[in-house]
């Protein structure tokens, strides 16, 4: 949805660049001493964590909004992010700003979904938190679970009602299905499972 | 196994999307093997209650048993909660250390002293297999690895083989522990390159710079002294700004007297400050010290945890030990508290429970209250299907679900419930308990309701357990009876002789126990005195008559009307049902299984009755073998579509 006739600034350019690899997740981007959260991320940003909702220049005369936090708080908002079922790319800068002329150089170096956490603050510690995989073939499905905070790693194979039996008593954070086997997906669980 | 390696490959590859890949703890996979477990199918879970309590004021069966002291032990509990096993080697193996545990109080309640020190090891190790520990979680970790020393002596101690048996596999990681303690600060702070995190002792350079920094104020006030006397200039001071950092003030007074190798910095009111080589010199060194030391620190941090890393696997393993003992204990001091017993398991297809309770309800009852325990019994000769009847809230519903509850207890390596248990391994648990509306995905009650049931019927094994409550609810009366009879009728003559309890509201059900020699009526005790009923809960042989559902109403408070009125149409029906119950108890019982067989040809499918009209016109003897086949591949065709 290109309809920038205005030239961006080498920043916001920067920004489009990484955010177009992650669509479906929150792009924390680390300016100086700040993460921030640019248009509907930042809309979502300040809604979910309660942080103000501001603008910033982005080329001649338009505007993005902005929303954003000092780096040390990461600890602080990152949780809540997750905890409200939000992907987050967490994007930093990759070299010393001094060192540069131009612009600093940015990629994103972790990527928190809330099958893949190991942070005490979005984990409950009586509880595992799996990150699951399913592929159906025929009439069967194979299934694995995977806890990264444990290193705990289970596979299984079998008809359709084993398989919703573990995925029922293992409760997984997150689900991963084929694009092309979603259908089947949702005639085993219907709506039960918020998906992406 | 194609298509879990599959599903396992996919967790895998999406953890490096994530860009986590430091994952050395995810040592190995491990399968779940649906022959080792039992099969719960997908409602049990739910309607048992054992993870989760129904409704928000409930509570499930792990949060009776869960009375772990460790968060790796409660998370593997919820493991074993959903995985009940089948062989008995290995559940007899857990209920011997229970037992243990159990006749060794002392031992018992020290083990678990030591294991409320350890924490939650497995995750503390994944942290530093990830590189994402800090040196207080680091330091934590180290403490927590001290208690498996003596955890350790004490099994090997013990009289126990299977206790020496699990001491064996831990290890005791002494290098770790020795390391640690070298490099690592008692009391370290959460970050890692601010200071005060490796000890003395450990880096020459670190402890150089240390020496500069810590020593600053006493070289200063060395260095003052020095000059003062070399210069003799007696107010001679050093001090320290941002703009200039070190430097040495001198009054206006003796201006004369500084040495010319000073370089003038600055001139103030009635002072002059100079530095010189030896002081800028120094300067560096102590600021360039701490910079210098939070490099080192870091640095040897990271060497510290990469070492520690190299331990991963051991470590873990401790952790998966410690949390099963964590479990067994637990499972003592609960059969302790909440007076459990060992149960009995055998390769038989019978199952007696003696005085049993529902282990989540007494706990939820008020103090004085007792939980009336009853006897349950079930085989597959002269006990294979219990028919419960009885009026509501008499206790129909709790005494399924404990019998259930009891065996998954057992099997998970539990005391149980009971002040006897003798069971034959189960293999299949299946409920259908309690009406479910989804309405949400468009299915009524009955809908479900059929759906569950028939997915039961068409799973059943000689070692399963049916619990079945209220079938037929959802419909009208004469479709549900029916129903319901021929759920049982079916289940008996099934040749794999599942065993069930079976209840109902349907009276018509109790004339089963004379067509069926393996069908019992039993029903829940009630009194009436005054109008008013009480339950007494106690489970007795014999169908009951009355249905108490009028009462029921009256509790509740119907106005009397409605209760006046229903009383009259009651006597009505109940003088209508007899006549209809002779009529059932005549009959030869429903038609004959070879009956059921034909009807595949009788339904009124449209698909079948087209196939069965082509077969029907079908001249074999014109027939090549070639068209005959395609014939049938066209027959297949339809009946996929």
Redesign the interface.
Known sequence: MQKKEVAETPLMKQYNQIKTKYPGAILLFRVGDFYETFGKDAIKASQILGIVLTKRANGAASHIELAGFPHHALDTYLPKLVRAGQRVAICDQLEDPKLTKTIVKRG??????PG?S?N?KI?D????NY???????DS???????D????E??????DL??V???I????PAEI?I?KNQYKQFQSLF??RFYMY | ????????G???H??N????NQ?Q??????????DEIV????FT??NLEL?QPANENGVSLIQVL?KTVT??G??LL??WV??PLKDMVSINDRLSIVEYAQHEPEKRDQVIDYLKSIG?L??L???V??C?VNPRELQQLNRSIKQIAPIKLLFLNSNDEKLIGIANQLHDCTWVIDKIDKVLKLDPPVAANKGEVINTGVNEDLDELRKIAYSGKDYLLQMQQQEQQRTGISSLKIAYNNVFGYYLEVTNVHKDKVPAEWMRKQTLTNAERYITEELKQYEDKILGAEDKMGAIEERLYMELVVAVGEY?GQI?QNALVLARIDCLFSFAVLAEKFHYTRPQLNEGKKILLKDSRHPVIEQQLKIGDAYIANDIFLDQEQQQVIILTGPNMSGKSALLRQTALNIIMAQIGSFVASSYAEIGLVDKIFTRVGASDNI??GESTFMVEMTETA?ILN?ISDRSLILLDEIGRGTSTYDGVSIAWAIADFICNHPAKPKTLFATHYHELNDLEKTHSSIRNYHIEIKESNQKIIFLRKLKEGGSEHSFGIHVAKMAGMPQIVIGKAKQMLTQLESQREDLGENMSTKKGMPQMSNIQLSMFQLNDPILESIRNELLVLDLNTLSPIEALMKLNEFKKTLNK
Request: proline share 1%.
């Open positions: 994103v170096t972790e990527l928190i979904t893949v190991y005490d984990l510690h009586k509880v595992s990150l699951a995989a399913i592929h159906f073939e069967r499905a194979g299934v694995s679970f995977l990264i905070s444990t290193g790693f289970m596979a299984a194979e079998g009602d084993y919703d039996k573990l029922q008593g293992f409760k991963i084929a219907g709506d | 196994m194609n298509a879990a390696i599959i599903a396992a996919v967790c895998l999406y953890l999307e994530t860009h986590h994952v703890h995810i040592q190995s996979i491990s399968r779940i093997d649906e099969r719960l199918d997908r879970i739910r993870l869960d968060p790796m409660a998370r919820k493991k959903v995985l939650d497995e995750r190790i994944s942290k297999a990830m994402r991963v873990q949400s995905s997915s799973n």
